[in-house]
């Protein structure tokens, strides 16, 4: 049975393309209905073939999950998953059609995204200069890319050297993959992008290996990870006071909302945030629009006064702005 797995999730990585952490989940969430399957002490223990796999069976494990307390995002994850793998199955004649047909994921209720106002996001952006050396010097520019892109944390943490341009004021996310996109940034992140590659105490002063193409290093001179740059913003987050309300993706969310909200096509901003649905975006336009009279356009920090309740004429992005 494992075998039949691992050569799916080798077609998600070839096929499909899927990122490492799609692909780490997917195994995961396999790897738990595999052994649900042949240890469990239910009517479903026993089946050592996914041939023998039955829509009881099925059924009994959408149970299990609910009755684990898990989320309901989180059991309609791993539901998904099994769903992929066994539509696959049946694809290629490892198992009998109609048998996926059966999953049914429970419903998710969306929680709406909070957009974080423009005042809070200058407070963050400005305490990296607070310090001095190296550190402060990197994870200036690696906040500056946050907000004025609103990548994805894989995606920052996977730039290359090469995928960024200060002089020209554009960074190519997800060079090496379907998303791809290369965005204009504003002023401010492409001069601490700048600062962060040409000086002496920016990136080359943490270079181990001078052919380490890793945008973003860390002390020991490796790519930064995840877990590296949610720390990062946690550290900057505690200090202006706001650790309980900002998260990498809240950053992000942020951008797209405010985007919408400010009158951005969804298609334009589904190529900038590298959607691959169109829908994924439009769920961003149900955010509150009661919200105070700062807002971020183009991921530049923009405050109105009171008493203006028109959009502010900076501009906004373009299909133009966004290649793929």
Known sequence: ??????????????????SINTIAAYRNDLGQFQSYLTSS???????????????????????????????????????AAVRSFLNHLQETGHLADGISSVIRPPKVEKKLPQPIDADTIQRLLAEP???????????????????ATGMR????????VEDVDPSAQTVTCGARSLRRRVMTVYPAA???????????QG?????????DQALFL????????RQGLWLIIREYANAVGIGDTITPHALRHSFAAHLLNNGTDPQDVQKRMGNLSVGSTK?????????????LLDGIPYERPAHDHIISTRRLPRSGDIHS
């Open 41 to 79: 002490p239910t009517e479903a223990s026993g089946v050592n073939f996914w041939r023998d796999l039955a829509e009881g069976m099925i059924h009994a494990y959408v149970h299990y999950l609910q009755e684990q307390r898990y989320a309901s995002a989180t059991v309609a994850r791993k539901v």
């Open 129 to 147: 200069a607070r310090g001095r050396g190296t550190k402060s010097v990197r994870d200036k520019a690696l906040l500056e890319v946050l907000c």
């Open 1 to 18: 049975m494992q075998s039949e797995i691992q050569t799916f999730l080798e077609h998600l990585a070839i096929n499909k393309r899927c």
């Open 283 to 295: 769920f961003y336009r149900m955010q509150n629009q009661k919200s105070s009279n700062e807002v």
């Open 190 to 200: 492409a001069d601490a992008l700048h600062n962060y590659l040409a000086l002496d």
């Open 218 to 225: 860390n002390q020991r001179g490796q790519r930064l990870t």
């Open 203 to 211: 990136r080359a002063a943490l270079l181990k290996q001078p052919d």
């Open 153 to 160: 944390v894989t995606e920052v943490v996977n730039l290359n």
